[in-house]
């Protein structure tokens, strides 16, 4: 691969590699559960750091609960809390004690001193809840610092002149890329609008980010069909397998582009969701390890090079490797919501 692939593919590897550094801070120095609260029991929450040696404590009591109705249909939960903050002292001090108070919506966490608290759950009687909580002062920031450089590398990507995407790009016809284009948004638009969910929604559906995060998507796995439907033209003419080739990864680059970025705004929507931004639920697991295989089809030209494929083997490979690719796409969509379910299950 060109040397000046290698730098810009420097800046992405960098911000996957401090997305990873912020979740082993969250996985290995931050806290995480469920806590229940009763209108007549308090709960206090702890977190020891052994790094800092800093305690930080607060105690919990359920002010108010109430669900927001639009006619029959639940929109919000709303959670008030009253807070007995003992600081965040050092160990071998005394703690000072303030009195607070906050609420809890559905996609609106409640941010106190380093702690989130988001709503889960309720009773049945509406006199309880289960919040979730966290403590990760350092984990969340570290790996929204490394989507911001993932985001701002992948846009910088396409604006790079004598990259290969832009090589690839001059060598196609003009009318063909904009008929492809257009077919592709067409319909993104149509399988966009047959997956949202229709009214009413789930009250952690009401947010702008769901249509962003299914049209990203939607974007994305039209892009891998229509790289898929070029794998079998590929297959079916050996004459035009070189040409197709170079035209399907002209669109490769922004289908795994789109792909990558509408699972971290899933991840940012997680997070002020259920107070996590990655959970392993089946469809979120099974869209990375999508992003992973296409990851490695991008990478195929630098795989090539290190392997005995002539250049007559070469489209050939690719285009098998393109189809049997979209089967993870089919199965990430199709095969989890209906076989393995999961918090996901609604995108069924």
């Known amino acids: 691969m060109p040397n000046h692939q290698w730098t810009h593919g420097k800046w992405i590897h960098t911000a996957l590699g401090i997305i990873v550094l912020g979740a082993c801070v969250t ?14 029991h308090a709960q206090t929450l702890n977190h020891h750091s052994p790094i800092t040696n800093h305690q930080s404590s607060i105690t919990l009591f359920l002010w108010n609960f109430r669900v927001v109705y639009d006619g029959d249909n639940p929109v919000d939960y709303i959670t008030e809390l009253r807070l007995l903050d003992r600081g965040n002292t050092h160990t071998s001090k005394t703690a000072s004690l303030t009195v607070d108070e906050g609420s809890v919506r559905m996609n609106k966490p409640l941010k106190y001193h380093g702690w989130r608290l988001c709503q889960s759950d309720y009773d049945s ?45 001059r060598k196609q016809h003009t009318w063909l890329l904009v008929g492809l284009g257009i077919a592709v948004i067409v319909l993104t638009i149509v399988m966009t609008r047959v997956v949202t969910p229709k009214p009413p ?6 947010t702008p980010l769901l249509g962003i995060h299914v049209s990203v998507i939607m974007l994305a796995y039209t892009l891998f069909a229509v790289i898929a439907v070029l794998g079998v033209i590929g297959l079916c003419s050996k004459r035009l397998s070189p040409e197709v080739a170079r035209l399907s990864m002209v669109l490769l680059y922004p289908a795994l582009f789109c792909l990558t970025a509408g699972i971290f705004i899933g991840a940012v929507w997680a997070n002020m969701s259920w107070g996590r931004y990655w959970g392993w639920d089946p469809k ?12 490695l089809l991008l990478h195929f030209p630098w795989i090539k090079s290190k392997l005995p494929i002539t250049n007559q083997q070469s489209p050939i490979i690719y285009h098998v490797l393109c189809v049997v690719d979209f089967l993870f796409v089919l199965f990430t969509y199709f095969g989890v919501s209906y076989l393995l379910g999961g918090l996901h299950s609604y995108a069924s």
């Open 284 to 295: 979120e697991t099974w869209a990375l390890i999508t992003m992973i295989v296409y990851a």
């Open 201 to 206: 929604l789930q009250p952690v559906l009401q």
């Open 27 to 40: 996985h290995f120095f931050g806290e995480q559960g469920e806590i229940h609260l009763r209108a007549d």
């Open 125 to 169: 009687d509406e006199q309880g809840v289960v919040l979730a909580y966290n403590y990760d002062p350092w984990g969340i920031g570290i790996t929204y610092t490394g989507y911001a450089l993932l985001l701002v590398a992948m846009i910088g990507f396409f604006f790079r002149k004598n990259s290969r995407f832009r090589t690839l790009v």
